[in-house]
């Protein structure tokens, strides 16, 4: 029987699909831009779908959503059969509050799946 315990999230994502562009720093300093689009967000992390680059957890990136641009750590990354790559990533700067929006503070729960 599946009981309901306690996520890892600070807080409940919230569906928001938007435009943004994530920005890469290569190693030898250059930044490359790519289009990419959010699924769900919160105050602290994402989950991104759209980008055409390669990454891996751990990596930096840096948001641009309308003018303002955050950092992000880069903590999964996936690609489920016959959809877009997808990753999930942990906003580093997030005093600077790039969506706009207030987030409702409920925490996350989910099913344990047997």
Same mark, same amino acid.
């Given at each position: ?9 600070r ?17 030898? $300093?250059?930044?490359?831009?790519? @289009?990419?689009?959010? @699924?769900?967000?919160t105050?602290? $992390? ?8 390669? @990454? ?10 309308r003018h ?10 996936s ?7 997808? @990753? ?6 997030p005093e ?11 925490v ?7």
């Amino acid at each position: 029987m599946p009981r309901f315990v306690k996520g890892k999230r600070r807080q409940k994502r919230t569906r928001m699909v938007a435009p943004v562009k994530l920005w890469i720093t290569g190693t030898n $300093g250059d930044q490359e831009s790519h @289009l990419a689009h959010t @699924l769900d967000v919160t105050d602290h $992390g994402i989950r991104l779908a759209g980008f055409r680059c390669e @990454l891996k957890p751990e990596d930096m990136i840096e948001l641009q959503y309308r003018h303002k641009r955050a950092r992000f750590r880069v903590l999964w990354t996936s690609t489920p059969k016959s959809q877009e790559k997808q @990753l999930g990533a942990e906003c580093v700067e997030p005093e600077k509050h790039i969506w706009g929006v207030e987030f409702p503070e409920k925490v996350d729960e989910y099913e344990e799946k047997d």
